[in-house]
């Protein structure tokens, strides 16, 4: 059967952390696994603008022995003139893997449905699995192991980063703290979801909206842009923002155990953290981009070798 990454839990807790040794393999020899070779095509579709998502696939893809096929936003027919369906069905005759950076997760389901080849979501509106898997790697570096480690993200507790962190870092068995103003804490399903995985791994899901108690304690800090792709900033990073108080600063970073900080990039010194952090030495943001390229390639060995 062929299997799709779509969301953090597409991966059982036992696989993401084969997944994640896979990617320590591939760091170290990075040309050991070629299940590309031919060299084969894997298309890698945008409809948002990109820049770790493009370099790491396409560097990633050609590292594993094939041929990455970039398609712009405006290039293709997808959705426009032709089908999702359509499309999946036509463009897995022809590549090996299909990687799209896109906005609603429906299409994403429908691409994987109609789709003979893996189809990976490389962004969308509700989730960013891959960006978690190269921090649960950069974790493990830094940390020495991921399960049992508290993780705290700050800032739109109902974007797709605070989805991804929420499932991801409870299916690796961590505890995981959201900590976002009262009216942008993540939805019910998505703690329910992870209320309940917690259960098999160990792990644990808290939302609040007190950053000092958030983290106080927390191994790991992390942030992300006030204003996602695609959103309206109006109100989200004014002095009036509710999201002042969620700031990254150096105090915050204080109160954890010997924290190491975190950000998927691009980041807004000053707003979301301050130059103090993201530029000092508990930040480990430019291994944790560097990390995308090497779990993308171990999350597409692991599909495609299934």
Known sequence: MTRHFLKD???SPAEQAEVLDLAVELKAAPYSRTPLAGPQTA???FDK???RTRVSFAAGIAALGGQP???NPGEAQLGHKESIADTAQVMSRMVSAIIWRTYAQAGLEEMAEHSSVPVINSLSDDFHPCQILADLL??????GNVKGQTMTYYGDGANNMANSYALGGVNAGMHVRIAAPADYQPAAEIVAEAEALAAQTGGSLTVTDDPVAAATGADVLVTDTWVSMGQDSAGRDDEASPFTKFQVNQELMNLGNDAIFLH???A???KEVTAEV???PASVVFDEAENRLHAQKALMTFLLER
């Not at 950069?138 to 940390?143: G, L, N, P």
């Open 9 to 11: 839990t597409d991966l």
């Open 43 to 45: 298309a890698v579709i």
């Open 49 to 51: 603008t990109s820049t």
């Open 69 to 71: 096929l970039i398609i």
């Open 138 to 143: 950069t974790i493990r570096e830094h940390r």
């Open 264 to 266: 998927c990039l691009p």
């Open 268 to 270: 807004y010194r000053g």
């Open 278 to 280: 993201i530029d000092g």
